[in-house]
């Protein structure tokens, strides 16, 4: 059965950084993209970055230059690096495994203005 399990949230002011760790299991992790979601109060769920299993990345504009996604395989664990957060950034985030419908619990960021 395949599992996720975000960690690092938590509440900074705005400019600071938090890194977001996804450990999954179940999968052969090394072989599929992984993505991190996040769900603002009274939003849908966007995506907010994609890594494939070769390395390349994707990042919707709003994040673009301030957000870093990583992966470790050997840990199968993704990571997502935020700095100059800003409060628009406030949300649950979710990591995914882009290829299945599994979700873990998801890890709140809240950044204060």
């Known amino acids: 059965q395949v599992q996720l399990v975000e960690s690092g949230g938590g509440s900074v002011q705005a400019g600071g950084s938090l890194r977001l760790s996804c450990a999954a299991s179940?999968?052969?992790?090394?072989?599929?993209?992984m993505g991190w979601y996040r769900q603002a109060p009274g939003k849908q769920r966007e995506l907010v970055a994609t890594?494939?299993?070769?390395?390349?990345?994707n990042y919707v504009d709003s994040v673009k230059g301030r957000f870093a996604i990583s992966r470790d395989n050997p840990k199968s664990t993704v990571y997502l690096q935020m700095n100059s957060l800003k409060p628009e950034d406030t949300a649950v985030y979710y990591c995914?495994?882009?290829?299945?419908?599994?979700w873990g619990k998801g890890t709140l960021v809240t950044v204060s203005s």
């Open positions: 179940g999968i052969i992790f090394r072989l599929y993209t």
């Open positions: 995914k495994v882009l290829s299945m419908n599994y």
């Open positions: 890594i494939t299993s070769g390395g390349s990345t």
